[in-house]
T-cell receptor
């Protein structure tokens, strides 16, 4: 069975500072990896995904993530955050050939002026 | 297309009552998912349809929960004899394709059982 651990429940950061949101997963088979973002009062939307190939994945709004198979990690990064990046971020995993996506508990990113 | 829509957005019900939620997926999407999200947690998978076929329902929380997707279009999630522990956000998502494709989420239905 797959599982996802997001190591930080909350991350406060000042505007224009870099940020890293950590995610570790476990699975006995090959997986796809995702980061979703949930802004207040909105549905989840996809930031980026890793399917195969290059381990560095670029997504929307300047975010990127790096897949590290040996460390079973998929950390999300942004070099300079904005106030508008304040949201809940969810790491997720699904088995290749499967159908369901398993989500982590989420990390609340709070960007301060 | 306006995306995945869910109705109602909020539902307050008394313990023991039945409730039904509706999800309208993006029209060309063949896959539809239901998730539950409680405070401080990520979405928890409940069930999945491919077209009208419910291919996975073992994660439905009890036999009080049931879901349908007649004609492979909209879906309903029903909870019978609601309990206070059922209070949560119920999310619907749809996708076109397999586990490697993006799931588009609705804004959810927030259920409060009093």
């Amino acid at each position: 069975a797959q599982s996802v651990t997001q190591l930080d429940s909350q991350v406060p950061v000042f505007e224009e500072a870099p940020v890293e949101l950590r995610c570790n997963y476990s699975s006995s088979v090959s997986v796809y990896l995702f980061w979703y973002v949930q802004y207040p009062n909105q549905g989840l939307q996809l930031l980026l995904k890793y399917l195969s190939g290059s381990t560095l994945v670029k997504g929307i709004n300047g975010f990127e993530a790096e897949f590290n198979k040996s460390q079973t990690s998929f950390h999300l990064r942004k070099p300079s955050v904005h106030i508008s990046d304040t949201a809940e971020y969810f790491c997720a995993v699904s088995e290749t050939g499967g159908f369901k996506t398993i989500f982590g508990a989420g990390t609340r990113l709070f960007v301060k002026a | 297309d306006t995306g995945v829509s869910q109705d109602p957005r909020h539902k307050i019900t008394k313990r023991g009552q039945n409730v039904t939620f509706r999800c309208d997926p993006i029209s060309e999407h063949n896959r539809l998912y239901w998730y539950r999200q409680t405070l401080g947690q990520g979405p928890e998978f409940l069930t999945y349809f491919q077209n009208e076929a419910q291919l996975e329902k073992s994660r439905l929380l009890s036999d009080r929960f049931s879901a349908e997707r007649p004609k492979g279009s909209f879906s309903t999630l029903e909870i019978q004899r609601t309990e206070q522990g059922d209070s949560a956000m119920y999310l619907c998502a749809s996708s076109l394709g397999g586990a490697d494709t993006e799931a588009f989420f609705g804004q959810g239905t927030r259920l409060t059982v009093v």
